[in-house]
């Protein structure tokens, strides 16, 4: 699905940029019946996902008592069958890893999480504020017309530790986490999604297998197509089919486990279309609106009115014919409003567009932008100065965003529609106002840890309840160190902090910063005394009394370092892919110095430990396999006393290259050439990113080679010909990558025939007037070439058509026998060539006999 947001996967540009080649997610906006749903999917760029134990009480979030969404969620958590009696610790009764779970927001925050980017640290599940959410679904596992799962990197991502990973910590903050089953077709009669639904009990076998294994908390349906008959007598039967389909997943799964059901903006007022969210909301738990993509169907009416498509909102609140206003009332009429969950985008769509005006016309592709990317656009270094204007839409009351740019290196002024905090906030209220379930994201890993995102979230549903203190870095630090002590408050949506310390051995703490919105506070550890420093924070909300409403500490062990660290290879660079590298580090300032090696090539953003900590001062690295290009070898040090992560570290870099396994070379034209033509000598190479060539020449005759052009990247060289000695010219090509200093890393030549071309030809016949049966003497005298070959021709008295009487030879006459021949006048033609070449001919001539 290129170029849509919803089920694309971000990946060319480690998944932060949607210009992904700009990635995702099929216009399936508004199937208002089964005529637009078919229009909307053929005219549009039709978008595919790129493809145990009960479930733990602690993922059934905690709501206020008011909710309806609440009761529902509620209603799904089972109790033991026998008492089960506990014990809690006053000194830790509300600590947030041990104590009772957190307070999570009063209505549903339900997020889709990327396989692609699941365990990615800037955007994956580590940047997430978990206490801000209820429910995450893993997006997801694709299932094939068979109801099997594709095995893919949906699947791959599944069976790894990031999942096992993101379930744990979800458990630990109370969110619920449900597996995503995904199926989309809108190809013509939709094959794939008859053959999926026919295969129901197949997929839900599998789903409830998986759901079981890996300890997850429920099911989110994916299953996007369209409403047919599937070769059935019943015309709705793709419907019919997808209502069982959640029937029978909920008989699976039974009534324990959550189920969701991912349905389109525009289903609850389609009766034909794919999704019956009546019925299909008495088996689920919930329904995700996928409520965007609404520009798609927007733009041709009241109040653009555009004649093809122009931007505008991708989920307008209001103003236009589509909006989450109407979609909200629509899906509150027909179902529960606690079942409702309102879909929003974490994305936008930008343009190229020839004025820098609402709603307009793209002159370019239109691509999609994460939330991430969308909210940096101001800072790309290809935004002129000055250009970069930000402005709210007028027709929707939900002010959502629009830019406006000129970017110098595409040469056009650029466009963007997005939601921002801002309007996404206006969104959150109307999910409060419609008393709806709560709102859904697509998806999280598009606003990773963006902190406007999550403090939307908490302003708009999240109550005050704990607050956490980090270090950084880490305890231990060595003396003199500056430390940053950054808190986190849970719930509050304005929280304000006050910091305190506690020296090592002493009982009385000390104010160090008063209260603002300032969560984090820098000590500067210099002359601290060796020990545990405690680092405290108070927290409450700002529109609170005086005093705290929660607190937390961290423990800081303070310890003398090792000094400065230095760093050398042998050899030091360019390295052959396969060259054995010694790595040695030395560190001055500590008495018992311990080292530990890592390494990170220039493509990746994470360092991996090689040697772990030891005495030993040296790492002796493989190179073999390394990727071409600039790896990063780097020591950290400490002393052996200390269990800081490192006293100090340092890198430096060593580029290594692939050497060039083979070489190619070809010509055109091939050989045989003429002599004087320009032949193009064409080289190539094998197993070297970025290979350089070098040509040579060896003349006819000659044994010794002449260089024609040096090393540089270009593959071509142009050989002029001209003057060359008849005979075999060889065409040579020396090869290496760019960063090797040997002589070449392979060599190659061709042979390549020169001759001298016939440059004319005369002829004449003899005698030139002859009585019918007479034989004629044809002679052909060439000239500029010394191996000439003939071929002769006849054009009867009276034809246009020429006829050939002789082929190709050595001979230079024809003897030609007129008998039969029509009186008038005959043409007796040749063509000549050089016996080498493969020209039709290289010159001509015709003579007149007239026959009587």
């Not at 302003?459 to 808190?487: D, L, M």
């Not at 000695?725 to 065409?731: E, I, P």
């Not at 004629?776 to 070439?785: F, L, Y």
Request: hydrophobic share 40%; aromatic share 10%.
């Amino acid at each position: 699905m290129s170029n849509c947001p919803k089920r694309n996967r971000l990946d060319s540009l480690g998944y932060r940029s949607l210009e992904w080649s700009a990635a995702h997610h099929l216009q399936k906006v508004l199937q208002n019946s089964r005529h637009i749903a078919f229009v909307v999917a053929a005219a549009l760029v039709l978008c595919a996902a790129a493809i145990g134990p009960a479930p733990r009480v602690a993922a059934a979030p905690v709501a206020a008592p008011a909710s309806p969404a609440v009761a529902a969620a509620a209603a799904a958590v089972t109790h033991p069958g026998r008492e089960v009696f506990g014990f809690a610790l006053a000194s830790s009764l509300a600590d947030p890893t041990i104590g009772y779970p957190v307070t999570h927001p009063g209505r549903e925050v339900f997020g889709f999480a990327l396989a692609s980017s699941l365990a990615d640290p800037t955007i994956g599940y580590p940047s997430w504020n978990f206490d801000l959410l209820t429910t995450v679904a893993y997006f997801g596992l694709h299932v094939n017309s068979n109801g099997q799962f594709a095995s893919d990197n949906g699947w791959t991502t599944w069976n790894s530790g990031s999942l096992t990973s993101l379930v744990s910590i979800a458990h630990q903050h109370g969110v619920k986490v449900v597996l995503t089953v995904i199926l989309q077709d809108f190809s013509p009669n939709t094959p794939a999604m008859c053959a999926g639904l026919a295969n129901a009990d197949t997929t839900v076998a599998a789903t409830v297998q998986q759901v079981k294994a890996k300890g997850v908390d429920g099911v989110n349906i994916d299953y996007e197509g369209l409403d047919g008959s599937c070769g059935n007598n019943d015309p709705y039967w793709a419907q019919h089919a997808m209502t069982s389909f959640v029937q029978k997943m909920r008989a699976g799964l039974g009534s324990s486990y959550y189920l969701s059901v991912d349905t389109y903006a525009s289903s609850a007022v389609d009766g034909y279309g794919f999704f019956d969210v009546r019925n299909i909301a008495s088996y689920a738990d919930s329904l995700f609106v996928m409520a965007y993509d609404l520009e798609y169907s927007n733009y041709r009416r009241f109040p653009l009115s555009c004649s093809s498509f122009c931007l505008g909102p991708t989920a307008p609140l209001s103003g236009y014919y589509y909006n989450d206003t109407n979609v909200a009332a629509q899906y509150g009429a027909v179902v529960a409003a606690g079942k409702v969950i309102l879909g929003v985008p974490y994305y936008g769509r930008k343009t190229c567009v020839a004025t820098a005006a609402p709603n307009a016309y793209p002159t370019s592709s239109v691509t999609a932008d994460s939330y991430l990317d969308a909210s940096n656009e101001a800072s790309d270094p290809a935004v002129q100065a000055g250009s970069y204007a930000s402005h709210r839409d007028a027709n929707s009351s939900g002010t959502e965003r629009w830019d406006t740019w000129y970017n110098t290196a595409l040469h056009c002024t650029r466009e963007l529609y997005w939601d921002d905090a801002t309007s996404l906030g206006k969104k959150y209220d109307l999910v409060n106002a419609q008393n709806l379930r709560g709102v859904g994201i697509w998806n999280l890993n598009y606003g990773g840890g963006a902190p406007e995102l999550w403090a939307a979230l908490a302003r708009h549903f999240a109550t005050c309840s704990s607050v956490s203190i980090s270090a950084s870095p880490a305890s231990p630090v060595a003396a003199g160190a500056s430390v940053t002590a950054a808190a986190q408050a849970v719930g509050c949506p304005s929280p304000v902090y006050e910091f305190w310390i506690r020296a090592a051995g002493s009982s009385t703490w000390q104010m160090v910063q008063a209260y603002s919105a300032n969560p984090s506070y820098r000590w500067n550890s210099t002359g601290a005394a060796p020990g545990t420093v405690y680092l405290g924070v108070h927290a409450r909300d700002a529109n609170s009394g005086p005093g705290h409403e929660t607190y937390g500490s961290v423990a800081m062990t303070v310890f003398s370092p090792c000094g400065a660290v230095n760093l050398n290879s042998s050899p030091a660079s360019a390295i052959a892919s396969g060259t054995a590298v010694t790595v040695t580090a030395t560190a001055t300032g500590c008495p018992s110095p311990i080292y530990e090696f890592w390494l990170r090539p220039q493509s990746q953003a994470t360092w991996q430990m090689v040697q772990s900590y030891s005495a030993t001062p040296t790492y002796r690295w493989n190179s073999t396999g390394a990727t071409p290009g600039t790896v990063y070898l780097g020591v950290h040090v400490r002393d052996a006393a200390s269990t800081a992560a490192y006293d100090g570290y340092t890198s430096i870099p060593a580029t290594v290259y692939s050497p060039c396994r083979s070489a190619g070379v070809n010509t055109a034209p091939a050989s045989p050439v003429a002599a004087g033509t320009t032949v193009t000598v064409t080289g190539s190479a094998t197993g070297c990113s970025n290979p350089v060539y070098e040509f040579w020449l060896r003349p006819a005759g000659s044994s010794t080679w002449q260089l024609v052009q040096a090393y540089s990247s270009s593959p071509t060289f142009r050989w002029n010909s001209a003057g060359a000695a008849d005979g075999t010219v060889y065409l040579g090509v020396h090869v290496r990558d760019a960063g090797s200093t040997a002589a070449y890393d392979a060599v190659t030549s061709t042979a390549m025939t020169v001759f001298s071309p016939c440059t004319s030809v005369t002829i004449s016949a003899t005698p030139t007037a002859v009585k019918a049966g007479a034989t004629v003497m044809v002679t052909a005298t060439v000239s500029g070439c010394t191996n000439a070959v003939y071929e002769f021709w006849i054009r009867a008295a009276g034809a246009t058509t020429w006829q050939r009487v002789r082929a190709y030879g050595s001979g230079g006459t024809y003897a030609w026998n007129s008998s039969g021949a029509a009186p008038g006048t005959v043409y007796v033609g040749v063509h000549v060539r050089n016996a080498t070449s493969v020209a039709d001919y290289e010159s001509l001539a015709s003579t007149p006999v007239v026959v009587s």
